[in-house]
């Protein structure tokens, strides 16, 4: 059984399959899948899997293309993909059928109201957008709320995750705290307060952003989040910018795992390569924050792309701290790559249990040092770097 599609665009296409899949699960009360895409490019031809509609067996499910990323037709196999399904059958008419609703529904979402608790040392104060809500909840923890546009729940839950991992990567950034969502939880009670509090020191750098022990954003952090909760499409600069986060949010976990924090003191623990780690994504968040905007030179001689990413990481750098600390960046930069493709350590492998004096001829200091950047204060100025750069560009 194929069935003409006549799709050119892969948005598109990939829009008119989440509408498909919904869709069937209206129809026939479920839609689940064994899901082993497989491509056969001579034949112009891709097959999803198996479908299981509550028909007996699975359906092979796959298209036919004529450019890639596009669909020129759907086609369906019954009996594992043995046999054709014909045509004046029930289940062919039921197919065509859902095929056809869906071309006539494709963009007519429902909104649907998602939620998800998140945890940090401390609760996140309340704050009330247009597309958004975050209250502190009872417990210490606290709750995000969104609505999304999306065919069915499964598909929303899955934007909703996207979405709240983005909430948290930025609020990392935002407050240098630590993020993650529990496995599972119950309704618990939240705490709406009558005035929102801000951040509203444009120079904070150390520690967290607390007052009064809620976790505080700034005006501009706030819409912010706005961006990220609504359901516009997000721009290529949010996006990047997003994933420069993401970086910084890892690092700071691993960094968290670096030093404890019992009574609020910094403890040392062990470093090794989490310490490198950390550090590689520290340096590494600045680095895909100077891709915004980014026009890529080519070599004249080779033709290769001429990334200059030791010039466009101390321009940005350049912009928010004082120079002592931009020449700081650039060594660390040369560090990171020497640790990347060269395997040079950005901790010693001599570790003694206390402390002594050793010369470097490479270093800019000429000494030897345990840790050859400085993880702590690393992220809290990449921090404010970040902090700086999306209330210059992206509010």
Not at 97 to 119: C, D, F, H, W
Not at 190 to 214: A, G, P
Not at 240 to 252: I, M, N, Q, T, V
Not at 279 to 287: D, F, G, I, K, N
Request: glycine share 6%; proline share 3%.
């Amino acid at each position: 059984m194929e069935l003409n599609i006549g799709i050119t665009d892969v948005k598109d296409s990939n829009e008119f399959l989440r509408c498909l899949w919904s869709e069937m699960a209206k129809e026939f009360g479920t839609c689940g899948w064994q899901y082993i895409p497989t491509k056969d490019g001579s034949k112009n031809k891709i097959t999803f899997g198996f479908m299981n509609i509550n028909q007996g067996t699975a359906l092979e499910v796959g298209i036919t293309y004529k450019e890639k990323g596009s669909i020129n037709n759907i086609y369906f196999l019954q009996n594992n993909g043995e046999e054709d399904i014909q045509k004046g059958t029930e289940l062919y008419n039921r197919l065509k059928k859902v095929v056809n609703v869906t071309k006539e529904s494709v963009g007519k979402y429902q909104a649907i109201l998602m939620q998800a608790t998140i945890k940090a040392y401390f609760p996140i104060m309340s704050y009330i957008g247009e597309s958004f809500v975050i209250l502190p909840m009872v417990d210490g923890d606290s709750q995000f709320s969104c609505i999304i546009k999306a065919y069915d729940v499964n598909q929303a839950s899955g934007y909703f995750a996207r979405k709240v991992n983005q909430v948290m990567d930025f609020l990392s950034v935002e407050t240098n705290a630590i993020f993650r969502r529990p496995n599972s939880r119950p309704d618990e009670e939240t705490i709406t307060f009558e005035k929102e509090i801000y951040q509203d020191d444009r120079e904070f750098m150390d520690d967290l952003s607390l007052v009064d022990d809620y976790l505080v954003i700034s005006k501009e952090g706030k819409q912010l989040i706005e961006q990220i909760a609504s359901n516009e499409e997000m721009s290529p600069e949010l996006e990047l910018f997003l994933k420069a986060c993401s970086h910084y949010h890892s690092a700071r976990a691993l960094e968290e795992q670096i030093y404890i924090r019992p009574d609020g003191k910094l403890v040392s623990m062990h470093g090794g390569n989490k310490t490198e780690i950390a550090t590689t994504l520290y340096l590494s968040a600045l680095e895909v924050v100077t891709l915004i905007g980014f026009t890529e030179d080519k070599c004249d001689a080779c033709g290769q792309p001429k990334f200059q990413i030791g010039r466009r990481v101390k321009e940005l750098t350049s912009r928010y701290l004082p120079s002592h600390l931009v020449k700081e960046f650039v060594d660390y930069y040369d560090k990171r790559s020497k640790y990347l493709h060269a395997g040079q350590k950005l901790v010693t492998e001599t570790p003694t249990r206390s402390m002594i004096p050793l010369l470097d001829i490479d270093a800019t200091n000429g000494c030897d040092f345990p840790i050859k950047i400085p993880l702590k204060n690393l992220g809290e100025w990449v921090g404010y770097c970040l902090r700086r750069y999306y209330k210059e560009f992206l509010i």
